[in-house]
């Protein structure tokens, strides 16, 4: 009975198991050596060159700017996205009807598929699209959306914080309605008003969805990939270039298996240590004033 | 009895024929009216040649064509010919020992005489001695202007040097606040293939033809280049040139000059059947700098490209494959087909002279008779490997930084030339 | 009475402002299909379209004269069948092992827990250009294989069977076992059936995820007619620059069966979001 339980507990978990040796470990121990050889897909020699993708990669302006457009597209998408869907969550929290129509209306974004929604943005943004029709009436100019660095930032950042703040707002509409009640109707017997209540109980009790909001949002930045792709191609001058056009690019259209690889390496390092001080960094700053 | 034998002999053969069936596989360019104009010749191939099944696929033209071929070598799925190559591309898949020599098969003379190309090919001997691009076309750029609007503002023929352009372009704004000059989105994109068409048809124009690159040196006419970006940033200083995206330009009117290949014709025939040669649109050679002497003939950009054969395919495909581009090519009939079909001239030594064009050209498609015209002066992309990083960084370094005031025109210049020295080596 | 005048004022208020945002949130949607079905000069010139036409829908399907047509319609049908082909393995195998790490205990278990949660929490970007040349060595470059087999299985759905497993009582089980079950016969016919809230979110949005895929796709496949209309469309953004149309057109065939696959399970999403919310 208990061989049948052993047998039984591998035989369920064996689609599981093939299919990680196959496509996790093999890959995994493939890419261990990969980093080390400049291997060009079309032609059959491999080359050895020890740290000689690490010493391209790091020194490399176009690695140098995906990094550092992760910050700066962290820089406007994070803040921009605990606070729109903070408002969105608030939003469906005091509607006393149809919360769930919204609710759901606002998670729609996040099911769109990212080229789609470029050719709207592209549409939208064209020189002779109405939008831009009406800046100039108002205006006389308007915005060369895609063509300047700032701009298509802009842009870029706006497209994925209207995609994930409805996600994100569930997160935080579930803290919301785990607030008991009791909470806010004391605070209004002792003369607090709603904005007082909103920083002395909401805020502080949001902590915990704030905090995984707050995680996800930074590594989302990591995996920007669809839109400028895209939209931009990584321009203007790498402005929105990321980890993920680098190693597309440079692994699929300049066929450089090993660099591609080793820019993936650091990109995950990246994340990883990047996601790492930010948490510790918000865990202090919790601990500090009492959360969690 | 002798039905059965006859059922038998009937197998035997069918059973032979399957055996005896190659089957090739030729990916045209990502153009569909060339499509259409290799399947009518493998059907009429086919019909006549029942040992071989060909078959024609347009090739991937995303991210660009040629990463497209790369991706399919390297995927181990190249087909056993295609189409669509330029003699940059045709070094680096001969660097990666990825296509083979047409002439080592021993009826290249016969093919050279009978389409006539003796002249045509020698710019296509790669530095080993071999021939490893058949040419197709040779695509002459050439500029087109509205010249039903120019009449309005004055002109009875279009402009031919630079301050002539920006008069032009004054007048234009001052009738048509809204219209633009010229219509380039892609100036401030860095893709490579996209120089083809703006910078390098400007550029051979004020230079006299003298090449960018030769071997691994730069050995291009400075004077030439930094007056052509100067022009640029001049007309978008003056918003006479528009480089962002728009939808459409030259085809409503909104813009009335514009870079154009032969390819566009059929297009424009379905869509916009407005603009009539002579009538609505005219073209010139492309507009040159004030000090460029006006009885001396234009260069521009010619966009050339042709066939080659992979080394992935077995040497009785490689066999097939040759059999059949010699039959298509050999026949007159069928470069006259390829006019027809495309739009675009092949690539002959007598595409100027041969009646049998001449007469076409002349009765249905006068467009192409400046495109004609143009084919002596006009200089084919460059050949070095790395042509990618090499037009990309033009891009990147020069055209980008000059047109947003970041450089002069003379600082652009340097800077992609010292973008590129480590990629000359 | 004024005190609640002025709460039904503000109400009001609300539902504006909730009703505005929303549309602001779906309008790339209604803007999307707004101009698939406008008349080709307008697109991209007016919001609204003067007339509802339905060029933009024939082109797509049946291509211009100076065009060949793109197998639109396939690629539709490319992404139907890898997406629902790839979801349903990974809610089949997240219940098996779920129900496996969950409820039945073995030697080992512990190992393949923390693996799973190894494999879950390593950066699969790293895994990107060698899977593409093990999928390329496997001689399965450009096939519909290369797009489903690497993505058999998912280890989020694992992780939340194996959560929701967890929190049924033992007796459950117990009591199953005692009357002679098997455990294939305890999992169909007892446990999957009480997931159904868990099958519902893990399936819709393990299928939309893999309806929006696009890198892989792009990577493995080249040939037009194994492409998803994900990768399609997005290399036809340049090219067919000057044909917006049917490029919304055809970003509507993209986006709009998701939107109303989760519209139609809204209820059930809505009640199983908690579950997400509490990974």
């Known amino acids: ?37 400049d291997w060009n897909l079309i032609s059959p020699t491999r080359i050895y060159v020890g740290l000689g993708n690490f010493r391209e990669a790091v020194t490399s302006p176009r690695v140098y700017n995906a990094f550092v457009n992760t910050y700066k597209f962290m820089a406007i998408i994070v803040p921009g996205v605990l606070l729109a869907s903070l408002c969105l969550a608030l939003i469906v929290q005091h509607l006393p009807w149809l919360k769930q129509f919204y609710a759901v209306g606002f998670f729609l974004p996040y099911l769109a598929s990212g080229v789609a929604i470029g050719l709207v943005v592209r549409g939208l943004l064209s020189y002779d699209s109405p939008l831009n029709e009406f800046l100039r009436q108002i205006f006389g100019s308007s915005p060369r959306w895609l063509r300047d660095p700032t701009w298509a930032t802009l842009v870029i950042s706006f497209m994925i914080v209207w995609k994930f703040s409805g996600y994100y707002a569930l997160i935080f509409l579930a803290g919301l309605q785990g607030i008991p009640r009791e909470l806010y109707e004391a605070a209004a017997l002792d003369g607090a008003g709603p904005f007082t209540q909103f920083r002395k109980i909401t805020l502080p009790l949001l902590y915990p969805a704030f905090y995984t909001v707050l995680v996800l949002a930074v590594g989302l930045c990591f995996g920007i990939f669809t839109e400028p792709y895209v939209l931009t191609g990584g321009g203007p001058r790498f402005s929105t270039h990321t980890w993920q056009l680098e190693i597309y690019y440079q692994a699929f259209e300049r066929f450089r298996a090993g660099y591609g690889a080793t820019v993936a390496v650091l990109n995950a390092v990246a994340t990883f240590v990047s996601v790492l001080l930010i948490r510790r960094v918000v865990e202090s700053w919790g601990a500090k004033r009492g959360f969690r | 009895m002798r039905v059965l034998k006859a059922v038998f002999l009937g197998l035997l053969v069918l059973g ?23 399947r009518q010749m493998a059907e009429a191939y086919m019909a006549t040649h029942p040992g071989v099944t060909i078959t024609i696929s347009p090739m991937p033209e995303t991210p660009t064509s040629e990463a497209g071929i790369l991706a399919a070598i390297a995927g181990g799925v190249a087909p056993t010919a295609s189409e669509n190559v330029f003699v940059g591309f045709g070094s680096e898949l001969v660097k990666s020992k990825a296509i083979v020599p047409w002439n080592t098969f021993p009826e290249w003379e016969e093919l050279v005489k009978a389409r006539n190309i003796s002249s045509t090919i020698k710019a296509w001997e790669f530095p080993d001695g071999n021939y490893y691009i058949i040419p197709m076309y040779v695509n002459a750029m050439l500029v087109a202007w509205r010249i039903d609007i120019l009449r309005e503002l004055g002109y009875e023929r279009p402009p031919r040097t630079y301050s002539e352009v920006l008069a032009l372009g004054e007048r234009l704004k001052a009738k048509y606040p809204d219209k633009f000059l010229w219509l380039r989105s892609e100036l401030e994109v860095p893709t490579w293939w996209q120089r083809w068409f703006d910078f390098f048809v400007f550029y051979y124009a004020a230079s006299k033809g003298k090449p960018l690159i030769t071997g691994n040196a730069i050995t291009a006419d400075d004077k030439a280049a930094v007056e052509v970006l100067r022009f640029f940033k001049t007309l978008r200083d003056k918003k006479l040139l528009i480089t962002e995206p728009l939808a459409q330009g030259f085809e409503v009117g909104k813009t009335v000059m514009t870079v154009l290949g032969p390819w566009t014709f059929p297009w424009w025939k379905e869509n916009y059947p407005e603009l009539v040669y002579g009538k609505t649109f005219v073209l010139t050679p492309p507009p040159v700098p004030d000090w460029y002497p006006a009885e001396e003939p234009v ?16 040497a009785e495909q490689q066999k097939a494959m040759w059999d059949f581009i010699r039959w298509v090519l050999s026949d007159p009939e069928h470069d006259l087909a390829w006019v027809k079909v495309t739009g675009m001239l092949p690539a002959r030594d007598d595409v100027g002279t041969n009646p049998l064009f ?10 192409l008779l400046p495109y004609a015209e143009s084919i002596t002066f006009a200089v084919p992309p460059i050949a070095h490997p790395q042509f990618v990083e090499i037009q990309e960084r033009m891009g990147l370094e020069c055209i980008y930084p000059v047109l947003t005031g970041e450089l002069t025109p003379e600082k652009g210049w340097e800077a992609w030339k010292a973008a590129i020295k480590d990629l000359l080596k | 009475m004024r005190k609640g005048r002025r709460r039904k004022l503000v109400l009001l208020g609300l539902y504006l402002l909730a009703t505005a945002v929303l549309l602001l949130m779906i309008s790339p949607y209604l803007y999307m299909l707004l101009q698939s079905l406008a008349p080709w000069r307008e697109v991209d010139r007016v919001f609204i ?13 049946g291509g211009g004269l100076s065009t060949l047509p793109r197998p639109w319609l396939r690629a539709w049908g490319n992404t139907a069948l890898v997406a629902t082909t790839v979801t349903l393995s990974r809610v089949l195998v997240g219940a098996l092992v779920g129900y496996a790490l969950a409820v ?30 093990l999928v390329r060595a496997m001689g399965l470059y450009d096939t519909y294989l290369a797009m489903i087999l690497p993505g058999l299985v998912s280890t989020w759905a694992i992780f939340m069977y194996a959560n929701f497993f967890r929190s049924i009582p033992k007796e459950v089980v117990e009591a199953a076992r005692m009357d002679g079950a098997g455990e294939l016969r305890i999992i169909f016919q007892i446990m999957i059936p009480l997931a159904r809230p868990v099958t519902a979110i893990v399936f819709l949005f393990l299928f939309m995820e893999r309806w929006i895929e696009l890198l892989w796709d792009m990577i493995v496949v080249r040939d037009p007619a194994k492409q998803t209309l994900n990768v399609l469309l997005a290399t036809m953004f340049g090219p067919y620059g ?27 999403f809505v009640s199983g979001v908690s579950l997400i919310i509490s990974s």
């Not at chain 1, 064996?14 to 050596?33: D, E, H, M, R, T």
Request: a positive charge; glycine letters at 6%; proline letters at 7%.
């Open chain 2, 299 to 314: 260069y521009t950009f010619a966009d050339a490209k042709g066939v080659v054969l992979y080394a992935q395919a077995t």
């Open chain 2, 16 to 38: 032979l024929g399957a055996i005896a069936q190659v089957e090739i596989t030729f990916w045209s360019a990502p153009n569909p009216s060339q499509e259409v104009f290799w």
């Open chain 3, 242 to 268: 000057g044909y917006p149309g049917p490029l919304y057109a055809a970003g509507v065939l993209l986006t709009f069966p998701i939107l109303v696959l989760f519209l139609l399970f809204s209820r059930r």
């Open chain 2, 358 to 367: 001449t007469a076409y050209i002349n009765e249905k498609e006068p467009a």
């Open chain 3, 49 to 61: 379209p003067s007339a509802l036409s339905l060029q933009s829908y024939r082109w797509l399907l």
């Open chain 1, 1 to 37: 009975m208990k061989r049948q339980k052993e047998l039984g507990g591998w035989l369920l978990a064996s689609p599981y198991l093939l299919s990680a040796i196959v496509f996790f470990l093999i890959p995994l121990g493939w890419s261990l050596s990969l980093v080390f050889f």
């Open chain 3, 104 to 133: 039945l205990s073995f030697r080992g278990k512990r190992a393949i827990q923390n693996f799973i949660l190894f494999h879950m929490f390593y950066p699969g970007i790293i895994l990107l250009v060698p899977t593409f040349l």
